[in-house]
């Protein structure tokens, strides 16, 4: 394996491009999008993935780039703050999800190739490699091809087919609130299936919107999400009528499901999946990490098995799911404290905020009140 192709430059697929060209391979990344996005959730880099920031050399600008937050609120319809959690505590950073892939992308930008404006059409393998055809580009040959184009993955449906995708009956909305980032402290309203949230960051803030809903939406419809969001948010107190106006009015909005992905193998002959391609766990933050973690972990088994892919690419499956599998088990109870689907569940969530206001608690909202997890929500 010499030359590869990976499919998204996000943060799977810029960590990916960093460590395959470090090894000599001629690495050519296609991403979908025109550049990079600017809006995204607020996520963590710890555990294996700070490691790996460590290794590439790229943690003092994530430090830069960090959030402000050090800590997590609930408020009520007036604004009064009901109990505190700490978000941050230990080794790890906090960044905004186009920050992280921004500069991930950047450690490597000269060493391989990158492509904006395109995606794969079609891919056709052999044993010794994949011929692949672009939307724009023309057709080329690579010895490996890496699909780290995330949740909607075009590879994989185009080499595994579909049906991987688990919706869970939520989503999640991001604007930037460009000039709004005072405090420290995430601020959260929670109405029954339904939480706003504002989120300090470093020079701007983030709105973040994330409720329950069975239906299926097009995920690259904008003036569609906008429209559900807000419906969904019609007649919330607090600050949810001039979030949903500064929505409106962004140039750029995030918006997708909460949604698991599970195969029972990432691997198909010269063609792997990584990151939320292969093993989404949207929600908690946990998927960037992974994410990166994956992307080493792929890199250094290629490294050792270069000449053997199919050994290589299920050392890497092999590894890389002892962390992945815990993470998707948590997703469903995690989602029962973030948004509780009933009043009674709102209650129960703000007791428990009140209760840990006065004590360290864990690391983060959704361990500081796992007892709440088997709530009736």
Known sequence: MRTVLIVGAGVAGSTAAYWLARQGMSVTVVERAAGDRSSGSPVDVRGPAYDVAARMGVLPRLRSAAT???GISAVDRNGRRIGWAPIQVGRGIEIPRSDLAAILADA?????????????????????GVEVTFER??????????????????????????GFIEHLGMYVATVDL?????GDTVLMHNAPGRMAAVHPATGRGIAAFIFRDGARYDHRDTARHIEVVAA???????RVPELLDRMRTAGDIYFDSV?????????????????????CVSLL????????????????CIAVGRDDPASALGEYERRHRRLVMPRQRWMDPGSRVIVPATAAGVVARNTALRVTAGIRPARKLTRCVRNLVSTPS
């Open 259 to 279: 949604s698991r992905v599970r195969l029972d193998t990432w691997a198909r002959g010269r063609i792997v999946l990584l990151g939320d391609a292969a093993s």
């Open 68 to 70: 402000r937050a050090t």
């Open 232 to 238: 969904a948010y019609a007649g919330m107190g607090w």
């Open 178 to 182: 460009t000039g709004d980032a005072d």
């Open 108 to 128: 490597e930008r000269d060493a391989a190739e990158y492509r904006y404006g395109d995606t794969v059409r079609t891919l056709r393998q052999d044993a010794a």
């Open 137 to 162: 580009a023309e057709p080329q040959r690579f010895d490996l091809v890496v699909g780290a184009d995330g949740l909607h993955s075009q590879v994989r449906e185009l080499a595994f087919g579909t």
């Open 285 to 300: 933050g946990d998927g960037s990490s992974l994410a990166i973690a994956g992307a080493a972990t792929l890199s250094e």
